[in-house]
Nanobody, 124 residues
Framework: QVQLVEFGGGLVQAGGSLTLSCEFS????????MGWFRQAPGKEREFVAA????????YYTDSVKDRFTISRDNAKNTVTLQMSSLKPEDTGVYYC?????????????????WGQGTQVTVSS
């Protein structure tokens, strides 16, 4: 059974930076595509970024392009989301998700496993 644990959420001022990490355990991490999603209060969960299981494909929602960077470290079984130039609209609970041999998909229903989430709050 795959377990995902997110770290790094917190409170940051607009324009600041934050790095989220997700630790993967229970299966072979290198065989999983990984994604980050977020959910703001009163809104549906939305795609943020994804990286393919091979690591050679990264994908972002338009609102975070050039501000967020997703990466993976197969030696540490970790996927990271570096966030910069944060905006109040980036506020939400951020979830890490795993998709077996995933190519970096945007659809949440295609992911097999989910973490519990970590809160990110960006103050104006």
């Amino acid at each position: 059974q795959v377990q995902l644990v997110e770290f790094g959420g917190g409170l940051v001022q607009a324009g600041g930076s934050l790095t989220l990490s997700c630790e993967f355990s229970g299966r072979t991490f290198s065989r999983y595509g990984m994604g980050w999603f977020r959910q703001a209060p009163g809104k549906e969960r939305e795609f943020v970024a994804a990286i393919s299981w091979t690591g050679d494909g990264t994908y972002y929602t338009d609102s975070v392009k050039d501000r967020f960077t997703i990466s993976r470290d197969n030696a540490k079984n970790t996927v990271t989301l570096q966030m910069s130039s944060l905006k109040p609209e980036d506020t939400g609970v951020y979830y890490c998700a795993a998709d077996y041999v995933g190519i970096g998909v945007r659809r949440a229903d295609l992911y097999d496993y989910w973490g519990q989430g970590t809160q990110v709050t960006v103050s104006s």
